[in-house]
């Protein structure tokens, strides 16, 4: 177990002349011991280039990689004593459950009594004790990837199991099986583990803190309440959140926004820089339908059983609003926000509204 | 994915040695034999030579400007193409029967159809003269043609049904309810995914037409007389013209070099897939 | 995948039965037609039994045959097998460099048999052959037309030569399908490079190693053309293998009879081979599913 020092690393794939041409920005960042991370992203933001360079599959071309202060940057996967879950199961075929998981102690000469003890405390943990002597190749997908898990627990000195998209290949009613499990095994063992995923679910649910990953670049890392209620950049409040969080475009006048030929109050005076494209960002759940506030047309009503979503228009611009059970659409809706749910960005990054 | 730079990097020229070294030992006996295609008879019987000294190609224009010679080719070539469409032909509705559908005696059909694969041409020779000629067809394409369907339907079935398990089954049920038909579901939806696997099969069935020879040989004498028994006739009658024979060999080595270019990125895919 | 049970798929399969049956079971009927009856004059036939079988079971020159042909077999498979897996393994994964490999490798494969024989012929000559020339320049008695030794040396080159590609083919096809979390996998496990290739490599490549051994086994063992071309199954009778043995008595010594039963035997040895590893892998092939 190992915290994990990201020394302001950056990656280019190619010679680097400009900042598009990498395909991971500078980022520095810590990591604490026994914490549990989620790389949050769509494809190609660059949440498996920042996974590699961890791993060791990838040397960053810049920055340093630590691991609990020693500096790993040039170790090899082998050499840095870390586990990693791939997307698909990956097994020793002609190997027992029981070997698969000997397997890494046995290359490292632990001594076979000591492997035994915990090659079966671990397959007790991961509830495989009937399959312990079939051959691995006959299990299904879940059982798979409980294997390669183990592989990596089976350990006891590993510093951090790397989880890549993980639940890929699994049937949707285990995947949440899994993750529980996942994380009942994390608080048992506290190893540090890094998790990477597009899928918002997963990663709320599974990690202390989320590192929201777009373009190459980490714009938010937070707990899932912050990503929720402060999202650092509009890309942020968009991904996470069914739906994503409206973003309006807007003139800053003080404390006030101007949207169309309507006024928004602002918490507080909100100043931009000059020049920069100034928007609000309201998710759906602030979004209060009434008789108050702006005109809204409504377009579409999606009745999704314990609420409704109602999307519509404020001058011209879509906007999606959540209703509580039981509410009605008013007849002729006016839309307020609530002030804790009001976010201002400054060219997509979110700037602090003076109280 | 780029490569990681690692330290094992410098290990990479050592692990280059066994390939490079296999290809010289593959390339040394052809080279040897372009080298004596152009050289003159003298030279050739004159003694040891590492390169043509007085460089000729009247081998080649010997070849390419006597009908006895180039007509072997042109036979061959005929041979091979109609074998190759007819074993293509037949297989993909039997591959499909075997992919899709459990019917009585399917494994054993199976192994049967592979067991020609193995059948030695050496053991027909004899009553295949006898079958193609009270059949009325000895000496022509027809009889290599259909000949080589021996060995070369059992080897298109094999691939061919590798490649179509690949195809979910999904596809099937979805264009008949769809309301396609049998053979136009086959043709204009079937066949399109399995393209790449057609294309392999289509190779392979060239490629063991192409190089078998006592077969063809012995089932023809004039009128479809194939390249290879050109080739030991002329051995024969004009005596020793080692030259002549190495200009002749160079060019049939030309279309498998040609069509294996085309194809070099499914050839290893072609065995990959087939099941036994 | 779960297939459906419907035996009008027979109708499917009709064309590839009859044009197959045609040329295999009536030829088979013939062969098996004449390996029973002895002809004296052309056209006219004798029934002598299973004396033909018996002949050739008990001939010394039939053993003698068939012990080459095995010796033969066995050192070209214990040769193929093996280097063509490290030529394999050893290849490029990807890229300009694997496809230029696997073009330049497949060649030989793609070269009408008679001339791989004509190839090695002039490949090999004694006085003006690259190898032939060289081997004596270098000091060793060789020459493939009167030294049995020289002979076998060459016709094993020559098929190493001729077929090791398809091995490499094949194995290299095996090692495509390996993903390369599995390599990676293995280095975080620490295995060797041994481990990998016990576990990981060896296991995936089963299936299409068997595939070229099966392969191999059978187009040695009716090896004709090749050898044919190159010593003619000389000196003496040191290169004689099954199929040059069965073409002599036939063509060249016009005992049908005898060409027949041998050639009935010969395909039934081989037969029982492939159908022991169709046995042996359709099981595995069931085991795992």
Same mark, same amino acid.
């Given at each position: 177990?190992?915290?994990?020092?990201?020394?302001?690393?950056?990656?280019?794939?190619?010679?680097?002349?400009?900042?598009?041409?990498?395909?991971?920005?500078?980022?520095?960042?810590?990591?604490?011991?026994?914490?549990?991370?989620?790389?949050?992203?769509?494809?190609?933001?660059?949440?498996?280039?920042?996974?590699?360079?961890?791993?060791?599959?990838?040397?960053?071309?810049?920055?340093?990689?630590?691991?609990?202060?020693?500096?790993?940057?040039?170790?090899?996967?082998?050499?840095?004593?870390?586990?990693?879950?791939?997307?698909?199961?990956?097994?020793?075929?002609?190997?027992?459950?029981?070997?698969?998981?000997?397997?890494?102690?046995?290359?490292?000469?632990?001594?076979?009594?000591?492997?035994?003890?915990?090659?079966?405390?671990?397959?007790?943990?991961?509830?495989?004790?009937?399959?312990?002597?079939?051959?691995?190749?006959?299990?299904?997908?879940?059982?798979?990837?409980?294997?390669?898990?183990?592989?990596?627990?089976?350990?006891?000195?590993?510093?951090?199991?790397?989880?890549?998209?993980?639940?890929?290949?699994?049937?949707?009613?285990?995947?949440?099986?899994?993750?529980?499990?996942?994380?009942?095994?994390?608080?048992?063992?506290?190893?540090?583990?890094?998790?990477?995923?597009?899928?918002?679910?997963?990663?709320?649910?599974?990690?202390?803190?989320?590192?929201?990953?777009?373009?190459?670049?980490?714009?938010?890392?937070?707990?899932?309440?912050?990503?929720?209620?402060?999202?650092?950049?509009?890309?942020?409040?968009?991904?996470?959140?069914?739906?994503?969080?409206?973003?309006?475009?807007?003139?800053?006048?003080?404390?006030?926004?101007?949207?169309?030929?309507?006024?928004?109050?602002?918490?507080?005076?909100?100043?931009?820089?000059?020049?920069?494209?100034?928007?609000?960002?309201?998710?759906?759940?602030?979004?209060?339908?009434?008789?108050?506030?702006?005109?809204?047309?409504?377009?579409?009503?999606?009745?999704?059983?314990?609420?409704?979503?109602?999307?519509?228009?404020?001058?011209?611009?879509?906007?999606?609003?959540?209703?509580?059970?039981?509410?009605?659409?008013?007849?002729?809706?006016?839309?307020?926000?609530?002030?804790?749910?009001?976010?201002?960005?400054?060219?997509?990054?979110?700037?602090?509204?003076?109280? | 994915?780029?490569?990681?730079?690692?330290?094992?990097?410098?290990?990479?020229?050592?692990?280059?040695?066994?390939?490079?070294?296999?290809?010289?030992?593959?390339?040394?006996?052809?080279?040897?034999?372009?080298?004596?295609?152009?050289?003159?008879?003298?030279?050739?019987?004159?003694?040891?030579?590492?390169?043509?000294?007085?460089?000729?190609?009247?081998?080649?224009?010997?070849?390419?400007?006597?009908?006895?010679?180039?007509?072997?080719?042109?036979?061959? !070539?005929?041979?091979?193409?109609?074998?190759?469409?007819?074993?293509?032909?037949?297989?993909?509705?039997?591959?499909?029967?075997?992919?899709?559908?459990?019917?009585?005696?399917?494994?054993?059909?199976?192994?049967?159809?592979?067991?020609?694969?193995?059948?030695?041409?050496?053991?027909?020779?004899?009553?295949?003269?006898?079958?193609?000629?009270?059949?009325?067809?000895?000496?022509?394409?027809?009889?290599?043609?259909?000949?080589?369907?021996?060995?070369?339907?059992?080897?298109?079935?094999?691939?061919?049904?590798?490649? !179509?398990?690949?195809?979910?089954?999904?596809?099937?049920?979805?264009?008949?309810?769809?309301?396609?038909?049998?053979?136009?579901?086959?043709?204009?939806?079937?066949?399109?995914?399995?393209?790449?696997?057609?294309?392999?099969?289509?190779?392979?069935?060239?490629?063991?037409?192409?190089?078998?020879?006592?077969?063809?040989?012995?089932?023809?004498?004039?009128?479809?007389?194939?390249?290879?028994?050109? !080739?030991?006739?002329?051995?024969?009658?004009?005596?020793?013209?080692?030259?002549?024979?190495?200009?002749?060999?160079?060019?049939?080595?030309?279309?498998?070099?040609?069509?294996?270019?085309?194809?070099?990125?499914?050839?290893?895919?072609?065995?990959?897939?087939?099941?036994? | 995948?779960?297939?459906?049970?419907?035996?009008?798929?027979?109708?499917?399969?009709?064309?590839?039965?009859?044009?197959?049956?045609?040329?295999?079971?009536?030829?088979?009927?013939?062969?098996?037609?004449?390996?029973?009856?002895?002809?004296?004059?052309?056209?006219?036939?004798?029934?002598?039994?299973?004396?033909?079988?018996?002949?050739?079971?008990?001939?010394?020159?039939?053993?003698?045959?068939?012990?080459?042909?095995?010796?033969?077999?066995?050192?070209?498979?214990?040769?193929?097998?093996?280097?063509?897996?490290?030529?394999?393994?050893?290849?490029?994964?990807?890229?300009?460099?694997?496809?230029?490999?696997?073009?330049?490798?497949?060649?030989?494969?793609?070269?009408?048999?008679?001339?791989?024989?004509?190839?090695?012929?002039?490949?090999?000559?004694?006085?003006?052959?690259?190898?032939?020339?060289?081997?004596?320049?270098?000091?060793?008695?060789?020459?493939?037309?009167?030294?049995?030794?020289?002979?076998?040396?060459?016709?094993?080159?020559?098929?190493?030569?001729?077929?090791?590609?398809?091995?490499?083919?094949?194995?290299?096809?095996?090692?495509?399908?390996?993903?390369?979390?599995?390599?990676?996998?293995?280095?975080?496990?620490?295995?060797?490079?041994?481990?990998?290739?016990?576990?990981?490599?060896?296991?995936?490549?089963?299936?299409?190693?068997?595939?070229?051994?099966?392969?191999?086994?059978?187009?040695?063992?009716?090896?004709?053309?090749?050898?044919?071309?190159?010593?003619?199954?000389?000196?003496?009778?040191?290169?004689?293998?099954?199929?040059?043995?069965?073409?002599?008595?036939?063509?060249?010594?016009?005992?049908?009879?005898?060409?027949?039963?041998?050639?009935?035997?010969?395909?039934?040895?081989?037969?029982?081979?492939?159908?022991?590893?169709?046995?042996?892998?359709?099981?595995?092939?069931?085991?795992?599913?």
């Amino acid at each position: 177990m190992a915290e994990i020092t990201l020394d302001h690393i950056g990656h280019a794939y190619g010679p680097a002349k400009s900042r598009s041409d990498y395909a991971l920005k500078e980022l520095h960042h810590v990591w604490s011991d026994g914490g549990a991370y989620a790389l949050l992203g769509p494809s190609g933001c660059g949440k498996t280039t920042l996974l590699n360079i961890i791993s060791g599959l990838l040397t960053p071309s810049e920055g340093r990689v630590l691991f609990d202060g020693q500096d790993v940057t040039h170790l090899p996967p082998e050499a840095r004593n870390i586990a990693q879950v791939f997307q698909f199961p990956v097994v020793y075929d002609t190997m027992t459950v029981a070997e698969n998981l000997a397997f890494p102690l046995k290359n490292r000469g632990v001594a076979r009594p000591v492997i035994a003890a915990r090659v079966e405390r671990i397959i007790a943990m991961l509830g495989l004790t009937a399959e312990a002597n079939k051959r691995a190749a006959s299990l299904t997908a879940d059982m798979k990837q409980k294997i390669s898990l183990g592989r990596g627990m089976v350990r006891e000195d590993v510093a951090a199991i790397l989880f890549d998209e993980p639940l890929t290949v699994i049937d949707p009613h285990l995947k949440w099986q899994l993750r529980s499990q996942l994380k009942t095994l994390h608080r048992e063992f506290g190893h540090t583990m890094v998790y990477v995923t597009h899928d918002q679910t997963e990663a709320l649910t599974f990690a202390d803190t989320v590192v929201v990953m777009y373009e190459g670049e980490v714009v938010q890392v937070g707990t899932p309440q912050d990503l929720f209620e402060r999202p650092a950049h509009t890309f942020v409040g968009y991904f996470i959140g069914s739906p994503g969080m409206n973003v309006l475009p807007v003139a800053l006048d003080g404390a006030v926004a101007r949207l169309g030929g309507e006024a928004v109050a602002l918490p507080g005076r909100a100043v931009a820089a000059k020049g920069a494209v100034t928007a609000l960002g309201v998710r759906p759940e602030f979004v209060v339908l009434g008789d108050d506030g702006l005109p809204f047309t409504v377009v579409r009503v999606d009745d999704i059983g314990r609420e409704k979503i109602v999307h519509g228009t404020i001058a011209g611009v879509a906007v999606a609003a959540i209703l509580p059970e039981g509410a009605a659409v008013p007849a002729m809706p006016r839309a307020s926000f609530r002030a804790e749910g009001i976010n201002v960005y400054a060219d997509d990054w979110r700037i602090e509204v003076a109280a | 994915m780029s490569a990681p730079a690692r330290p094992t990097a410098r290990r990479i020229p050592l692990k280059w040695l066994v390939p490079t070294l296999y290809i010289l030992f593959l390339m040394l006996p052809i080279y040897w034999l372009i080298n004596m295609s152009f050289k003159t008879t003298n030279e050739i019987l004159g003694g040891f030579s590492p390169y043509p000294k007085n460089f000729t190609v009247d081998s080649y224009v010997e070849i390419l400007t006597n009908p006895a010679w180039y007509m072997g080719y042109v036979n061959s !070539m005929i041979y091979v193409v109609l074998n190759t469409v007819i074993s293509v032909t037949v297989a993909l509705p039997a591959a499909y029967a075997f992919s899709r559908y459990r019917f009585m005696g399917d494994k054993h059909l199976f192994f049967w159809l592979l067991t020609n694969r193995m059948a030695p041409p050496a053991v027909f020779v004899l009553p295949f003269v006898e079958l193609y000629s009270s059949m009325g067809l000895f000496d022509t394409y027809w009889a290599v043609a259909l000949a080589h369907c021996l060995f070369n339907i059992p080897l298109a079935v094999w691939i061919l049904e590798g490649f !179509m398990s690949g195809v979910p089954k999904e596809i099937d049920e979805t264009a008949y309810i769809d309301g396609y038909s049998f053979p136009k579901f086959f043709v204009k939806i079937f066949m399109p995914l399995i393209a790449s696997g057609i294309g392999v099969t289509a190779f392979f069935c060239f490629m063991f037409s192409w190089v078998e020879m006592l077969l063809a040989k012995n089932l023809t004498t004039v009128a479809a007389k194939p390249i290879a028994a050109v !080739m030991t006739r002329t051995a024969s009658t004009s005596g020793y013209e080692l030259g002549l024979l190495a200009a002749a060999g160079v060019l049939t080595i030309i279309p498998g070099a040609i069509v294996i270019y085309f194809v070099r990125n499914y050839i290893a895919k072609g065995f990959a897939l087939g099941r036994v | 995948m779960t297939k459906t049970e419907n035996n009008r798929a027979w109708f499917l399969v009709l064309p590839v039965l009859l044009l197959v049956a045609m040329n295999a079971i009536l030829p088979l009927m013939t062969v098996v037609n004449y390996s029973l009856q002895e002809s004296f004059i052309a056209g006219f036939w004798d029934w002598v039994g299973t004396r033909h079988y018996q002949d050739v079971l008990a001939s010394e020159r039939f053993h003698a045959a068939l012990i080459r042909q095995f010796a033969f077999t066995f050192i070209i498979l214990i040769i193929e097998v093996p280097l063509g897996v490290a030529v394999a393994l050893a290849m490029p994964k990807k890229g300009a460099w694997a496809s230029l490999c696997l073009v330049l490798m497949a060649l030989p494969l793609l070269i009408p048999w008679n001339v791989v024989g004509a190839i090695w012929n002039i490949f090999a000559l004694p006085e003006i052959g690259l190898l032939g020339w060289g081997l004596n320049a270098l000091g060793f008695d060789y020459n493939y037309t009167n030294q049995p030794i020289s002979a076998w040396i060459t016709v094993i080159l020559m098929d190493v030569w001729h077929w090791t590609s398809l091995v490499v083919l094949l194995a290299y096809a095996g090692l495509q399908s390996i993903d390369e979390a599995y390599y990676r996998a293995a280095k975080i496990d620490g295995a060797s490079r041994w481990a990998v290739f016990r576990y990981i490599q060896l296991p995936k490549m089963k299936t299409v190693l068997i595939i070229a051994f099966l392969l191999r086994f059978i187009d040695s063992f009716m090896i004709y053309t090749e050898p044919f071309v190159l010593t003619g199954g000389g000196p003496g009778n040191a290169t004689t293998f099954l199929s040059i043995d069965l073409v002599k008595a036939a063509v060249g010594e016009f005992n049908l009879g005898i060409a027949a039963a041998m050639s009935i035997i010969y395909f039934l040895m081989t037969l029982l081979v492939c159908w022991l590893f169709f046995t042996l892998m359709t099981k595995d092939k069931e085991g795992q599913a």
